[in-house]
């Protein structure tokens, strides 16, 4: 499966951005999607996960309440809709495709798309 990753750019502190992620190759309707994020300098941070029809849902703590993760299995697509931008946000995005349709438990992140950029200027 391939996953490509856009919506990407440079916006102001308090902005919001919604990330897509198209997959091609393989339906991802069957399996838990996620999204991650790598600043320059650190390690890369999970940001949020997806279980296969969408009704369970993980964020990452610097996250909580500021990005909301969904699907459209029927376009093959993933979201990440980015509210309440801050600086500390600013890294490359990453979506990837778990193996498995949950996203608690067992199960990896098997396929990962190129990432894109976002960039939160104070």
């Known amino acids: 499966v391939q996953l490509q990753a856009s919506g990407g750019g440079l916006v102001q502190a308090g902005d919001s951005l919604r990330l897509s992620c198209a997959a091609s190759g393989r339906t991802i309707a069957d399996y838990g999607m996620g999204w991650f994020r790598q600043a320059p300098g650190k390690e890369r941070e999970f940001v949020a996960a997806?279980?296969?029809?969408?009704?369970?849902?993980l964020y990452g703590d610097s996250v909580k309440g500021r990005f909301t993760i969904s699907r459209d299995n029927a376009k093959n697509t993933v979201f990440l809709q980015m509210s309440s931008l801050k600086p500390d946000d600013t890294a490359v995005y990453y979506c990837?495709?778990?193996?498995?349709?949950?996203?608690?438990?067992?199960?990896?992140?098997?396929?990962w798309g190129q990432g894109t950029q976002v960039t939160v200027s104070s």
């Open positions: 990837a495709s778990r193996n498995v349709r949950h996203v608690t438990g067992g199960g990896e992140y098997r396929y």
């Open positions: 997806i279980s296969w029809r969408g009704v369970n849902k």
